[in-house]
């Protein structure tokens, strides 16, 4: 089966900043697949969390926040517009930094959420933070799992930044057979072995193996434009390089490896992890 991450899309309802044709042509491509979508966060881009800080803080009319919930919610009907095919087929979706808490307390990603039959895997109060995912899948003796940790992301750094963090991240969780990062709009990923040994005996003979099971690093890219023709962007205000925009699909195999010694034959659980860039 595959797994499309989708994030960092930053509508702010002007169709000239982010690369709204791939990003259609994106989504009928992981469809054709059957894929399942993984949102990433950073749907809209209503107000980072310094900019909320300081609406909240400003003693503003309850008229201008009810006008600014209503912006905030007809930007995230448009993405649940773009988004409409995928209805139904979310493993869930992330809160990133990106987003809007209306008066009600209810913020716009869990409002998309509503909108796509998605589980929202924010916390209570709508915050970001990770999560963790398994899958069951049946097998033709008992049922197996594939794991997946996903985080919206922090920080900055470049592609060998990024990675750096994901290989950190790895080092604590084990069994987990993918992780998925985005924030950084950086398409980078990689495949790690987790290694381990085994130990047979029979008789007075000892029998040992080094198995290899291969984890997924993945960056899951994102689709606002960084340099845009007649206007000066965040990005290049601060010199930040550009990057290749768009998201990858991950394909991953629920398979069994044959492992054999002289005097042992074993079937070991060990998913194929292989990501494609768009």
Same mark, same amino acid.
């Given at each position: ?14 169709? !000239? ?11 009928? !491509? ?57 209805? #139904? ?24 959420? !509503? ?13 970001? #933070? ?51 990062? #985005? ?90 992890? !292989?990501?494609?860039?768009?």
């Amino acid at each position: 089966f595959y797994i499309a991450p989708i994030g960092d899309v930053q509508w702010n309802g002007h169709e !000239e900043d982010v690369i709204l044709d791939d990003l259609k042509r994106h989504v009928d !491509e992981a469809l054709e697949k059957q894929a399942w979508f993984l949102g990433m966060g950073d749907y809209i881009d209503m107000a980072s969390p310094t900019g909320r800080q300081k609406i909240a803080g400003s003693g503003v009319y309850e008229n201008l926040m009810r006008s600014i919930d209503d912006q905030a919610l007809e930007l995230t009907h448009q993405i649940g517009d773009i988004f409409k095919p995928t209805r #139904g087929r979310w493993l869930g979706m992330l809160t990133g930094h990106h987003y809007w808490k209306d008066q009600n307390g209810v913020t716009s990603d869990q409002r998309l959420c !509503e909108i796509l039959a998605a589980p929202y895997l924010g916390d209570d109060i709508g915050e970001m #933070g990770g999560a963790a995912i398994q899958i069951t899948v049946p097998t033709h003796q008992d049922n197996r799992a594939i794991k997946l940790w996903a985080h919206h992301g922090f920080g900055t750094g470049e592609e060998s930044a990024m990675l750096l963090k994901l290989k950190r991240i790895a080092a604590d969780w084990e069994q987990v057979d993918c992780f998925f990062m #985005g924030h950084m709009t950086k398409m980078v990923s990689t495949i790690i072995p987790k290694l381990h040994f085994t130990l047979h005996k029979r008789g007075d003979a000892i029998s040992f193996k080094i198995l290899e099971r291969r984890v997924g690093l993945v960056g899951t890219g994102g689709w606002s434009k960084a340099y845009i023709p007649g206007r000066t962007t965040y990005v290049e205000r601060k010199g930040m390089r550009p990057v290749a925009l768009g998201a990858p699909i991950v394909k991953i195999t629920p398979q069994f490896s044959r492992t054999h010694t002289k005097d042992d034959t074993a079937r070991r659980w060990l998913p194929r992890i !292989e990501v494609t860039l768009a």
